[in-house]
Structure formats: structure tokens, C-alpha cells
DNA sequence: CCCTGTACTGAATCAGTAT
DNA sequence: GATACTGATTCAGTACAGG
């Protein structure tokens, strides 16, 4: 069995998560996802329109004493949580507007950096029965990185994939848990706030490799880890009350991870890298050819160094392209072209052909 | 012309919007609708897939030294906003994740009662064009009252009705603003950026009153003056930009108010109020009658006091149910039937034939 | 077996007015 | 400001019983 720091991997455990996270190593983890307590603040009963009472959040870790003591919890799991995260790691942080902008401001503060905040649309929430707000139908979820500079894992094109080939949006539309996939303990709802498993999938999917290392420092119900496991990630999670960690231990039993074969990502576009001196070498682009913008109002010729120069400026593809802009930095693929029988051509489609006759 | 203050109403006043708070009076306004900068912190240029340039918000309104200061401004605006705000009042702010964690915990700090945080829903927004995070499709408005025991106004029934006669929820589906909506001066957008008055429309509406005064100390191109003035509301506003001044002018010169008759609240139920002696009275129910319970565990009778009594215990409609349900209140009209040739019949409805026979 | 009607449920900061 | 009294209010989905 693997382990991270001394903590066994792929199991929950029991304890306090601020605690737990001191014993993981910095720039450890591949992914976090936390599911904290929203401090939600509910006063008296509610009852529907008719008269049954509504089963409230009431647990005891839901409350706390006061803001400040919140924040300082927020900050206080937080600042671990940025300790341990690799740099190419990302976290993912759930909640509704009580807590929502601690936790934001908090994550920016310590020096995380937002990536996109994504809401999770309820498709079918419960209503308002005093008719008195509107229908609070989504939660949010933040996405940041490590740093401002840090390289994220992010599967673009499968995610688009999966939003039948448009972009992913920052609005997922996703029915809160209920009917089979909710855990029971004798008739009753295991725990409080069990998440669905679709919510997960897409966060884990979208967010780190197979073979990562995901971690949860509010297990629950287990969703985080259930999701981990089926999808070939390692995970560990933390969880204080030792009847969640049996709920979710009797609900890890079951799951059977999915096949490495399929779990490939098949749309993501790895495109080998091709310096542009390899297209020299096999002559699709020759010492001497010029090299022209989309539009013809640049030109460039390519020396024999793999440099090309315009105007007297000389540099790389990218270095040569930005200058002609005016630019800081530009990408000189996609830039640059070369005329074959009176045509333009993209040097990025040469590059694509090089690497499929050499590079195979 | 009718001010307040010293300044006039619906009017745009040129200014730091700090400045000019302080000229408004403690608890004066009815609603705040505010678009603060957004703090974007975007570096460098973006370019779409073309080699075209994005047209970004890179306006010197919306750079800020540090977070810090952010926050300080931040704080500075809304503290006002709080003390020119009416108890009776509330205040939306619209930001993203770049600043609306601040906005958020900042308006918590201030003592404001979140009431809902509303997600607009960009049916068109722009695409990522690198790839690199899930297409940012929302913008999220914080809806707050003055405090947490503060009664705001909401009108509940009209969003319904506006909602295909369910209840509106947090998450509302609005084009960005463009075509002929978004003004345009040489050909150029007036303003980065313009909000939807479809928006405003839905916010002013849902929660202010025809006459009301609704302030926007960051007025920008003028859409929330533009739709008080449509909905019959008035407006003060605040700009330090000659520039969009006088955009905002020009606009509010076109619009013309919808006439009253047209504003008027139809859907509010205002049910005219019906003691319960009225029925007796009317004889729509007889001293000594029985009352049932719906599933008819529970009966009362009725005392020539209009009280009823039932096992022993006896006390208004209201009180008797509460008592045989074991709760602390319950409304008597909706839990009472009366049997009419072995039908049950609510008293709720004798009430409304008793209001429609006598008070109209 | 299917169809229908009833009961139940879900992270909820859930009342307003008069005295 | 506190207390007493009146009375307003639900959507989508699952589970299960009865026909």
C-alpha cells in the first residue's frame, strides 16, 4: 500500500482535517476538493405549505460561533491546503452564499488564483415555501491554481467532448443527489449533504490525470473518493465523525474503478513538440523561403539557424511575429505561412505533417 | 424638481461616488443597484484564434494598485450605501469571481443580510479562446437587505407570474447586450461594459415600488436609470466620466415612462381581510357547527365568541389547530373544513365567497 | 404488467401587523 | 423593542400502494 507523508493512501481518515493535512508533504497533491461546512445559520423550523416540517441542516459541525471564527477556520485549512498542492495542482472549493465569499476572499488571499467560479444548477432544488426570495437553485464551486504563474492540468478538449463539442461553460446543470446513488442508513439519509457523483466526475475528470492523487479534507458521504477510485485516481480523504468514514467505506466496497483502457484521454490533442529546424531538415520549409503573414503584409525569411528575420529584426517564428505586432509574445505557428504553387500554407499544418510521417 | 438632500433626483451627478453619498441622507433610498469595477487584473493582450484582438475591459477605471486597496475602496462605497439605504430598502451589487468574493464578505462585514446571490446566465457569452479554463458564461448579482431583521420589499407573485407561474429562481438566462441595444458613439461601444436592461428590469421590478428611488453610484452608461425611468421609479446616479454622462443623457432622453396603469402590482395577492365572526355573522357558518380537519382526526365547535373548542380546549381557528397539531402557530383558514352535504368544505374558501359577496 | 394517485423529500440564513 | 395575534406559502422527482 502506498502512502503520502505517513498517511496511507486510498483510505479515509479519522480526525481533525488541519491536523491531518500537517502531516502530508508540500507540493504533494494533485487535486483538492473540499465540501466545507457552509455555516448556513438557520434559526427556527420551517415548515411547508402543508404544515410538514422541512428536515433542515442542524448537524453540529455545520455551526459555528460566529464570522470571525469562520474565517479563521476557512484560512486556517486553507493555508494547508495551498502548502501541500503541487504546482501543477489545482483546488476546487464548494458552497452557497453564506460561506461562498469567505472562502473566495480567503483562497485570493493566500495566494491562490482563481480560475473560473462554476456554478452547479439545481434542476430541481427545493422551492421557497414562504415565497418570500427567490429560489435558491445553485451552489458555486471555485476553481484555482497554485499561483498566478503555476501550470494546471486541465483537459480542455475532453470537456468540450463532453459538452457535445461546445466549450464547457462555467454552468453545469446537474439534479441535486437523490433516489438510488443517496446513501441510507435505516431508512434515513446517511449524511446531510451528500453531493452527486456527476458533480465529482466532471471536477476530477476535467482537473487531473489518471494515477493523481485527489484529496478531500471533509469526506462525508465519500463522494470525492468514490469518484476518485472509479476513475483511476489515488485519493485521500479526511473525515472527524467515524459514522460517515463507515458510510462511505461500505459505499468505496463497491466500486469498481473503470478501465484504464477507457479512461485514456483520447480527444486531448498532444501535439509532439516540432522545433522549426526539424521542418529545415526534411525540407518541408528551405533555407531561404520566405515566410508570410495571413494577410501578406509581413514577410520573413529563414536563415540558416532556424532563425528567420524581417526587416533587419531576427529571431525565432515567435520572436519575429510578436515584433512585427508590436507584441509581447505571439504564437509563431499559427502566424506564419508559406506559398506553395501560388498558395498559402500554415506552417502549424506542416508541423502536423512532419509529425505524422516522423514522429509515429 | 424634487431632490434629496442637496441633490437632485433623476438626474446623473458628475463625481466620486463617495463624495456625493455623503450628500444623501441617512435611510432615503429605496433600492441600490451597483456595477462596481470588476478589479479584472487582466496582463497583456488576448487574441482570438484570427490573430484579432480582443476588445478588453482595459479601462483606467477599473485598475487598482492592490487588493487592498480594492478592498478599502470596496468598503468605502458600500459603508455609505448602508447608511443611505432604508430599512425597508436592498442593494444589489453585479460582479465575477475577480472581485465579487470582496463585494460579498465586505457587505457581510457591513451588517447586510444576503438574501440571494442571483447568477446571470450569458446565453451568448465569449468563448475562451485559448482553451485554458471552462468558458466563463455568468456574472453573479449579490442581493441584500439593509439588515438581517429588516423587511425588504419582494414581489414575490409578479416574478412567479413573470416565471410561467413558477417560482423565479437564482439563476436567470439574459443575452449579453448588444445589436441595437448597446449604444455606440463613432462607431465605437460607448461603454466596455454595458449591462442588459433586461437585467435591471427583473431587479428594479422585483424589488422596489412605482415612485421609489433607486440609486446607482456607479452609473456608467446609464441602464439603471434608463429602466427607473421606464418603470416609473426615481433615480440618482453617479459618474465620474463627463464622457458617459453624457452617453447616459442622450439615452434617457428616449425613453418614455410605461404608464401607471401598466406598473400596477396585479398578480400581489392583496386578500381583503375576513374575521372569522364575518362567516357567523353571514351565517356562512352556524354557532354550534363542527369544524374537521382535512382527514378528519380532529374536530371543533364552533361558540357563539367565534371562538372554537375542541376536547376541552378553546381558543381562535388559529390557535385550536395549532394546538391539536402540537405546534407553537398555524393558520386556522387552510386547516378547517366545514361538512355541506357530506362534503368538506375549507373555511378559506367560504372566506373568499364571504369577500366576494360583501367587499367588493 | 402498467397506470394513477398519494405521500414524502431535498445545504433554507423562509412572515407581517397590531398592540 | 417585545409580545400577541393573524395568516401566507412549493417544485421536481422518488417511492409505494391500489386498481
Redesign the pocket.
Known amino acids: 500500500m502506498s502512502t503520502i507523508g505517513s498517511l496511507a493512501l486510498n483510505s479515509i481518515h479519522q480526525g481533525d482535517c488541519v491536523a491531518l493535512l500537517k502531516q502530508i508533504p508540500d507540493n504533494s497533491v494533485d487535486l483538492i476538493f473540499a465540501?466545507?461546512?457552509?455555516?448556513?445559520?438557520?434559526?427556527?423550523?420551517?415548515?411547508?405549505?402543508?404544515?410538514?416540517k422541512?428536515?433542515?441542516?442542524?448537524d453540529e459541525w455545520?455551526k459555528f460561533a460566529s464570522m470571525e471564527i469562520y474565517d479563521a477556520f476557512t484560512t486556517d485549512w486553507l493555508k494547508e491546503c495551498h502548502r501541500v498542492l503541487k504546482n501543477t495542482g489545482s483546488i476546487w472549493v464548494?458552497?452557497?452564499?453564506?460561506?461562498i465569499f469567505r472562502v473566495g476572499a480567503s483562497l485570493q488571499d493566500l495566494g491562490f488564483w482563481m480560475l473560473n467560479d462554476v456554478v452547479w444548477i439545481k434542476?430541481?432544488?427545493?422551492?421557497?415555501?414562504?415565497?418570500?426570495?427567490f429560489?435558491?437553485a445553485h451552489?458555486t464551486m471555485l476553481w484555482a491554481a497554485k499561483s498566478e504563474k503555476s501550470k494546471y492540468t486541465f483537459h480542455y478538449h475532453s470537456m468540450k467532448t463532453m459538452n457535445d463539442d461546445l466549450q464547457m461553460r462555467s454552468d453545469w446543470f446537474i439534479?441535486?443527489?437523490?433516489?438510488?446513488e443517496?446513501l441510507k442508513v435505516n431508512g434515513q439519509?446517511a449524511h446531510?449533504?451528500?453531493?452527486p457523483e456527476e458533480l465529482l466526475y466532471r471536477v476530477i475528470l476535467s482537473s487531473s490525470n489518471v494515477g493523481d492523487i485527489v484529496l478531500d479534507p471533509?469526506s462525508g458521504s465519500g463522494t470525492t473518493a468514490a469518484v476518485a477510485k472509479k476513475l483511476g485516481r489515488n485519493f485521500i480523504a479526511f473525515e472527524r465523525e467515524p459514522f460517515y468514514i463507515d458510510v462511505a467505506n461500505n459505499r468505496l466496497k463497491e466500486i469498481i474503478p473503470i478501465k484504464d483502457s477507457l479512461l485514456e484521454y483520447k480527444v486531448e490533442v498532444k501535439k509532439p513538440k516540432v522545433p522549426f529546424i526539424n521542418l529545415i531538415d526534411k525540407e518541408f520549409i528551405k533555407v531561404g523561403d520566405f515566410l508570410f503573414s495571413k494577410d501578406e503584409k509581413h514577410t520573413a525569411q529563414v536563415q540558416a539557424d532556424s532563425s528567420i528575420e524581417s526587416n533587419g529584426f531576427a529571431g525565432s517564428i515567435h520572436k519575429v511575429s510578436a515584433h512585427v505586432l508590436g507584441k509581447e509574445s505571439n504564437n509563431g505557428w499559427t502566424f506564419w505561412y508559406v506559398k506553395q504553387q501560388g498558395k498559402l500554407i500554415s506552417i502549424d499544418d506542416l508541423r502536423e505533417a512532419f509529425a505524422n510521417q516522423y514522429l509515429r
Chains 1, 2 share one sequence.
Request: overall charge negative.
Open positions: 465540501d466545507p461546512p457552509y455555516n448556513l445559520q438557520l434559526n427556527g423550523e420551517l415548515t411547508r405549505p402543508n404544515q410538514t422541512v428536515d433542515a441542516v442542524d455545520d464548494i458552497g452557497t452564499y453564506h460561506n434542476t430541481n432544488p427545493m422551492p421557497n415555501f414562504k415565497g418570500t426570495r429560489n435558491n451552489e439534479p441535486i443527489c437523490q433516489g438510488e443517496r439519509k446531510s449533504t451528500q453531493k471533509f
